[in-house]
């Protein structure tokens, strides 16, 4: 069965700072994967997501990920965090459909 | 740009009462699931749905929940006696056949009082 880890429950990052939310899958054929982000109270917004193609996808928010299929990975990063980046993100993979989430990394950005 | 729509944003209920949490997905799709998100905690698959029935539901998905396409155009998520811990976001997504990714809806926060 399909699974995605996301290891780290909370990262503290000062604003301005380079941000990298890990996230690795467990899928038997090329995955589907995603990044949402969710404020507190608020519904799911995509970031980003990989099908095919370059490994790695450029999203919104000036957010990227790098798919590697050797280390099972989908890591999201941002050269620069905004105080606005602050909310939870998670990692997802999709199989004939239905979605299977992380746990989720909550962010928190210092000033 | 076409979105999947839920209402309400928000219901609070008695324990023990029905709820119907209301979808409009996007016109054109023709798989529709819902998911749930307790506080704090992630989001959890319930129950995929595709040619007015259901086509897989996860263990959370017990004879107290059910769904409905009564129309067109709306998909319901039905609970009929409410507990406490049915507190939750409440996510309705749609997909286009043959498309594997889902869009989801903003939620409907439940609070079952």
């Known amino acids: 069965a399909q699974s995605v880890t996301q290891p780290d429950i909370h990262i503290t990052v000062s604003e301005g700072a380079s941000l990298e939310l890990r996230c690795n899958y467990s899928?038997?054929?090329?995955?589907?994967l995603f990044w949402y982000v969710q404020s507190p109270g608020q519904g799911l917004q995509l970031l980003l997501k990989?099908?095919?193609?370059?490994?790695l996808v450029q999203g919104i928010k000036g957010f990227e990920a790098e798919f590697k299929r050797s280390q099972s990975s989908f890591n999201l990063r941002k050269p620069s965090v905004h105080w606005s980046d602050a909310a939870e993100y998670f990692c997802?993979?999709?199989?004939?459909?239905?979605?299977?989430f992380g746990d989720g990394t909550t962010l928190t950005v210092k000033p | 740009e076409p979105e999947v729509t839920q209402t309400p944003s928000h219901q609070v209920t008695q324990m023990g009462q029905e709820v119907i949490l209301r979808c409009v997905p996007i016109?054109?799709?023709?798989?529709f699931y819902w998911y749930r998100q307790i506080l704090g905690q992630k989001v959890e698959f319930l129950v995929s749905?595709?040619?007015?029935?259901?086509?897989?539901k996860s263990e959370i998905f017990d004879d107290q929940f059910s769904v409905e396409r009564p129309d067109g155009s709306n998909f319901t998520l039905k609970i009929r006696s409410t507990k406490l811990e049915d507190s939750a976001m409440y996510f309705c997504?749609?997909?286009?056949?043959?498309?594997?990714?889902?869009?989801f809806g903003q939620g409907t926060r439940l609070t079952v009082v």
């Open positions: 997504a749609s997909r286009l056949y043959g498309n594997t990714e889902a869009f």
């Open positions: 899928y038997g054929a090329t995955p589907y």
């Open positions: 990989y099908f095919s193609g370059d490994t």
């Open positions: 997802a993979v999709i199989n004939a459909g239905k979605s299977t």
């Open positions: 016109s054109n799709h023709l798989y």
């Open positions: 749905f595709y040619n007015n029935e259901i086509s897989e």
